[in-house]
């Protein structure tokens, strides 16, 4: 079974980039029929959809958050990780990494696994 | 792209059924049968109830069930529990390639 822990700073400044990694354990980053996913909650509110990426290194980014977002893997380690810059009080949230797995030409396949997620406040 | 639409709230007793609409448009849900469903409990990370519409992981209660008339995915849950009192979320694929959800709704086990 795979088990997915984000981790990074819980604070970050205003302007700055945010930046977390999540780690994969349970089974390979690089097999096929996956892509791994980010997705973030603010406070209070509901889910919004980040980003995706394959172990190939191919990407789908959330249009209202693509100029911002930078998601990239490094196999090696088991990972992939999410930049996001220019912050503000709005990107306040819990972020968290998923899997997404399927087989169907979409590529954006439910998230199955779920990491437990991590807070990160935007502020001075 | 904008968030699917629904319910803020819904409630129902212990046995009864209830159901939780997500509406979208002819771009997202009713445009692809790959619409899932989420349920949330307080300060825990988001559960695959549903996917492909009416689709249920393994391990998922038979409880649960989903479908989907045109524009509008539902979810509904049989027989409910104290246990299945949680936020719940809908996502659809959309065009472009992306992602969508819901705002979620809260459902009250009264």
């Known amino acids: 079974q795979l088990q997915l822990q984000e981790s990074g700073p819980g604070l970050v400044k205003p302007s700055e980039t945010l930046s977390l990694t999540c780690t994969v354990s349970g089974g390979s980053i690089s097999r096929s029929s996956y892509y791994w996913g980010w997705i973030r909650q603010p406070p209070g509110k509901g889910l919004e959809w980040i980003g995706s990426?394959?172990?190939?290194?191919?990407?789908y980014y959330n249009p209202s958050l693509k100029s911002r977002v930078t998601i990239s893997v490094d196999t090696s380690k088991n990972q992939f990780s999410l930049k996001l810059s220019s912050v503000t009080a709005a990107d306040t949230a819990v972020y968290y990494c998923?899997?997404?797995?399927?087989?169907?030409?979409?590529?954006?396949?439910?998230?199955?696994?779920w990491g437990q997620g991590t807070l990160v406040t935007v502020s001075s | 792209q904008s968030a699917l639409t629904q319910p803020a709230s819904v409630s129902g007793s212990p046995g009864q059924s209830i159901t939780i609409s997500c509406t979208g448009t002819?771009?997202?849900?009713?445009?692809?049968?790959?619409v899932s469903w989420y349920q949330q409990h307080p300060g825990k990370a988001p559960k695959l109830m549903i996917y492909?519409?009416?689709n249920r992981p393994s391990g998922v209660s038979n409880r649960f069930s989903g479908s989907k008339s045109g524009n509008t995915a539902s979810l509904t849950i049989s027989g409910l529990q104290a246990e299945d009192e949680a936020d719940y979320y809908c996502?659809?694929?959309?065009?472009?390639?992306?992602?969508?959800f819901g705002g979620g709704t809260k459902l009250t086990v009264l």
């Open positions: 492909d519409v009416s």
């Open positions: 996502s659809s694929y959309a065009s472009s390639s992306t992602l969508v």
């Open positions: 002819s771009s997202d849900v009713g445009g692809y049968n790959y």
């Open positions: 998923a899997s997404q797995k399927g087989s169907t030409w979409i590529h954006l396949w439910p998230f199955d696994y």
């Open positions: 990426i394959y172990y190939s290194g191919s990407t």
